[in-house]
């Protein structure tokens, strides 16, 4: 019988999401085959008010990874759809929209679990996945957390590691808020973009709530592609 199917943060994490909320468990669980899931709330600030970086974010956003906003009381959705690749890796692709008062945004993302442990899980980013990054995950006091350990640019088919001393770094943290949505609960998420020299580069924070619901053939979110595999003819 094949053993049934986990979650790329299950296989990293293991036992240690039995301390989260039952809400967090749902969604770093597994997304049953047949099944999506689906979120949507408010993001109270998304992007960064320092406006010399956004000639960089309009080259991400072109990816579909970070865009040029600061931005507050942003309405999002995502769907997670599972994914396993053709080398039988477990992935968990997800589809955000951001509706921004210039009009909506999408941002696309592949996490993987590349190795057993909680330093296992790779994610990777955008439509092109030029970039990857290795993110070390941990269930600190209910609360989920992953911190990036390396950030990596693919040219042509090879990723190279951004150099320390200047690579961002990632911070993301999801807890369940019983204050939110008016004292109803829900799902946080705070995710900060950091660099060594330059301070806080990015971030987003907000509430949602989010389900598990079965899907009709066909129906998968767009840009479900195989990571390090889509755009691997590029240079």
């Known amino acids: 019988m094949a053993p049934a199917p986990r979650s790329p943060y299950e296989l990293t994490v293991g036992s240690g999401l039995d301390d989260l909320?039952?809400?967090?468990?749902?969604?770093?669980?597994?997304?049953?085959?047949?099944?999506?899931?689906?979120?949507?709330?408010?993001?109270e600030v998304v992007g960064t008010p320092r406006r010399w970086l956004w000639p960089a974010l309009r080259i991400l956003a072109a990816q579909q990874i970070l865009f040029p906003v600061w931005q507050r009381n942003v309405p999002f959705t995502v769907v997670n759809a599972p994914l396993t690749d053709r080398d039988g890796r477990t992935a968990v692709v997800a589809v955000r929209r951001f509706h921004?008062?210039?009009?909506?945004?999408?941002?696309?993302?592949?996490?993987?679990?590349?190795?057993?442990?909680?330093?296992g899980l790779v994610d990777h980013l955008g439509i092109g996945r030029r970039f990857r990054v290795r993110l070390s995950a941990r269930v600190v006091r209910g609360e989920f957390h992953l911190h990036s350990?390396?950030?990596?640019?693919?040219?042509?088919?090879?990723?190279?590691?951004?150099?320390?001393?200047?690579?961002?770094?990632?911070?993301?943290?999801?807890?369940?808020?019983?204050?939110?949505?008016?004292?109803?609960?829900?799902?946080?998420v705070t995710v900060h973009l950091d660099a060594p020299l330059l301070g806080r580069l990015y971030e987003y924070t907000g509430t949602f709530h989010y389900e598990l619901r079965p899907e009709a053939a066909g129906?998968?979110?767009?840009?479900?592609?195989?990571?390090?595999?889509?755009g691997d003819t590029s240079s």
């Open 149 to 188: 350990s390396s950030v990596e640019l693919r040219i042509g088919r090879h990723h190279f590691g951004l150099p320390s001393a200047v690579a961002p770094r990632l911070t993301l943290i999801e807890r369940f808020d019983d204050a939110a949505q008016e004292g109803e609960g829900a799902q946080r």
């Open 21 to 43: 909320h039952p809400v967090l468990r749902r969604y770093f669980g597994v997304v049953p085959a047949g099944h999506r899931g689906h979120g949507s709330g408010v993001f």
């Open 100 to 119: 921004f008062l210039t009009g909506p945004a999408v941002m696309v993302d592949a996490i993987t679990a590349e190795n057993p442990g909680p330093d």
């Open 219 to 230: 129906t998968e979110p767009e840009a479900i592609t195989e990571p390090d595999r889509a």
